[in-house]
């Protein structure tokens, strides 16, 4: 496999804080950052999927990276492409000192970044300086040299209380370079929700407001036909959800089990829990992932049965992927 040198350089702090409305490049996540503990698994549970655009960039080695304010060291086997119509890159950490070693030690994989593409070098550091003063510091950070221009970066240390660490990126020369992701979606699906799982709902929130974020709104709907590992099933779950962006975050409280809310707790601890994709054939949809061997691991159904407002979710057992499940949701047609 050939070997990719990508060369990370510090970034420079800025300067100023910057303070009001929160800046609109929130509303689109540019790309995820997901960490996973076995590429070769990785790439072919998605390529099973459908997921085949895919571009492999070998082992990538991290040079001059600022973790925790000291040099980062390490390597990493670096994949780029799309879950659906997603970008993202899925990395496996190979060792050293850095912020992606230290999340698979800790939580075993998964989603580790939601990253926001800024516009400008100036809104960048703006940003940055904004979130210091608000008490929010750089986890780590850099530039990756492009023949394009410098691709700068930086991962905020909200991980303890936001739950992932919130990410930036800005492409000076408008040229993705090395972190180019194809923008092909054979798959022909479309992510309609990121899904985080908690131990409690409004601290999360508070945090995320005192960052400039909506606050999340509640809600607890009855559920029926309700199934877990194949049995019949009383999970509850209450439902925090922000709704700043194009894709809705849904923050999930469970509040009774079993269930695998739980399950992603004992084994990963708080965090990013799953993609959601929207169909139109609940049953067909759940036998074709069956199949291929992601079968179903939890489900039910939401509203009156049969009237508008109602719909079916079922979460499909993908954590062999990287940590992460996936959702499929069917609405009643209106």
């Given at each position: ?7 990370f350089w ?5 300067l100023a ?9 929130y ?15 990785t ?5 099973k999927l459908?997921f085949t ?23 990493m086997?670096l ?6 119509d997603?970008a ?9 000192s ?9 939580k075993?994989?998964g989603?580790f ?5 800024v516009p ?10 904004r979130?210091?003063d ?7 950070s850099g530039?990756?040299e492009?023949?394009?221009?410098n691709?700068?970066?930086a991962?905020l ?13 800005h492409?000076?020369?408008g040229?993705?370079g ?11 699906r479309r992510?309609t929700?990121y899904a985080?799982?908690?131990?409690e ?11 400039g974020?909506p606050?999340m709104s509640?809600t607890?709907?009855?559920l029926?036909d309700?199934?877990y590992?194949?049995q ?25 089990g079993?269930?695998?809310y739980r399950?992603?707790?004992?084994k ?5 829990h799953?993609?959601a ?16 061997g992601?079968?179903?691991?939890m ?9 508008p407002?109602s719909?079916?979710?079922a979460?499909?057992?993908t954590?062999?992927l990287?940590?992460?499940?996936v959702?499929l ?6």
């Amino acid at each position: 496999m050939r070997q990719v040198l990508v060369r990370f350089w510090l970034a420079a702090l800025p300067l100023a804080p910057l303070f009001g409305q929160l800046p609109d490049y929130y509303r689109t996540v540019d790309r995820l950052v997901w960490v996973v503990p076995d590429m070769d698994a990785t790439v072919a549970g998605l390529k099973k999927l459908g997921f085949t655009n895919l571009r492999d960039q070998g082992e990538v080695e991290l040079e001059w990276t600022a973790f925790r304010a000291r040099p980062a060291s390490g390597t990493m086997r670096l994949v780029s492409g799309r879950f659906a119509d997603v970008a993202v890159h899925w990395l496996q950490p190979l060792g050293g000192s850095n912020a992606f070693q230290e999340f698979l030690e800790k939580k075993g994989g998964g989603v580790f970044s939601l990253m926001h593409r800024v516009p400008t070098k100036e809104a960048y550091e703006q940003e940055l300086a904004r979130l210091k003063d608000l008490g929010v510091g750089v986890l780590q950070s850099g530039f990756v040299e492009s023949e394009g221009g410098n691709i700068y970066y930086a991962f905020l240390d909200t991980v303890a209380e936001g739950k992932y660490s919130l990410g930036l990126v800005h492409f000076s020369g408008g040229d993705e370079g090395p972190l180019f992701v194809p923008p092909e979606n054979p798959s022909g699906r479309r992510v309609t929700q990121y899904a985080f799982v908690v131990r409690e709902l409004e601290p999360v929130s508070a945090y995320w407001a005192r960052l400039g974020f909506p606050a999340m709104s509640y809600t607890e709907s009855p559920l029926h036909d309700r199934r877990y590992r194949g049995q019949p099933a009383a999970f509850e779950m209450r439902l925090g959800w922000q709704r700043h962006g194009k894709i809705p975050y849904e923050w999930i409280l469970s509040l009774k089990g079993p269930d695998i809310y739980r399950e992603h707790l004992e084994k990963h601890g708080e965090g990013f829990h799953h993609l959601a994709f929207s169909v139109q054939d609940m049953d067909a949809e759940i036998a074709e992932w069956t199949r291929l061997g992601f079968p179903e691991a939890m489900s039910g159904g939401w509203g009156e049965k049969g009237k508008p407002g109602s719909g079916r979710f079922a979460y499909m057992d993908t954590h062999a992927l990287g940590g992460v499940d996936v959702e499929l949701l069917w609405s009643y047609p209106k």
